[in-house]
Structure formats: structure tokens, C-alpha cells
């Protein structure tokens, strides 16, 4: 993928991360969506705290959207760089 092809794909990602956001946050299975990565990375990737994450009065995890759109940039970033 060129330098113009991971551009657009990220900025696809940054929409696609706004859109989903409720309240500035998403959550993690919308994220993995995103990313088209399995929810359990992304959990694990909480867990680990590679992810900053808070959770809901309900117990439930969210990631707030900057945080999101940061780790999926250089998500994808990171696995474009491996693949050329």
C-alpha cells in the first residue's frame, strides 16, 4: 500500500471512528470493527493498558475517540510498514 492508499485509509478510519462515537467514546467491538481486527485483541490490548480505556457506570469499557483514532493510526501504520 503507497503512502496515498494508507492516507486515505486512515482518514476512512478517522470518519469511521466519529461516526460510531456516542458521547466521544466507542467501544471496543466497534473499534475492532473498525480496524477489522478481532474484539479479543482489542480487549487485550486494554487489558494491557496499549489501549487507554475507562469504563461506564455500568461496568462497561469505552475508549474515548482521540484515544482510538491514535492507537488506530498507528495500528495500521505499524502493519502497513510490515507488509511492504
Do not use: C, H
Not at 16 to 30: E, H, R
Not at 54 to 59: A, D, H, I, K, V
Amino acid at each position: 500500500m503507497n503512502t496515498t492508499e494508507l492516507n486515505t485509509l486512515l482518514a476512512e478510519v478517522d470518519k469511521a471512528i466519529d461516526a460510531a462515537a456516542s458521547n466521544g467514546a466507542v467501544k471496543p467491538v466497534q473499534l475492532a470493527k473498525i480496524v477489522q481486527v478481532r474484539e479479543q485483541m482489542v480487549y487485550r490490548y486494554i487489558a494491557d493498558k496499549r489501549i487507554e480505556s475507562f469504563e461506564t457506570p455500568g461496568g462497561y469499557k469505552r475508549i474515548q475517540a482521540a484515544k482510538a483514532k491514535a492507537w488506530a493510526r498507528g495500528y495500521l501504520t505499524r502493519k502497513n510498514d510490515r507488509e511492504s
